[in-house]
């Protein structure tokens, strides 16, 4: 067993553990700064499939947990694999399925106007996480 799943499992006993408000906000700013600091690049989103950039939902207000669980599985299912991108999806998941953040509306529906880049997608992670931090 490696140490990202033992990181994992505890990190999902923790989840478990937790009935009361929680929303993970220091971690998912923690992974997601991680992420950014990574990606310099950030090319356009182009909608159509020719691009090798990932088009992901930047969610309306009250969406918010649905599209991110929804945008870190689409990086997960086509990025080379990356622990933190795996360990965010499971998070937003977690929380989604548990209802555990009331600070943030709960939809199990990703709405969405428009579609940004990952740079922009991380970027609406982190602006959300902050304001709850606050």
Known sequence: MNASMLSYILFSCLLLSVQAEYCGVR???????RLLDE????CPCRQTATSSCSCLPIPERGH??????DG??????NTSS?????????TFQ?????????RL????QCQYETKGN?????????????????
């Open 27 to 33: 971690e998912i700013i923690r992974y997601t700064q």
């Open 64 to 69: 918010e947990l649905a599209c991110f669980a």
């Open 94 to 102: 977690a929380l989604l399925d548990r209802s555990l953040c009331k």
């Open 105 to 108: 509306a709960h939809s199990d």
């Open 72 to 77: 870190t599985k689409h990086l997960m299912e």
């Open 118 to 134: 990952v740079k922009e997608f991380l970027k609406k992670i982190l602006t959300t996480y902050q304001e709850i931090d606050k």
């Open 82 to 90: 990356n622990p933190v991108i795996t360990r965010l999806y499971w």
């Open 39 to 42: 990606n310099s690049v950030s």
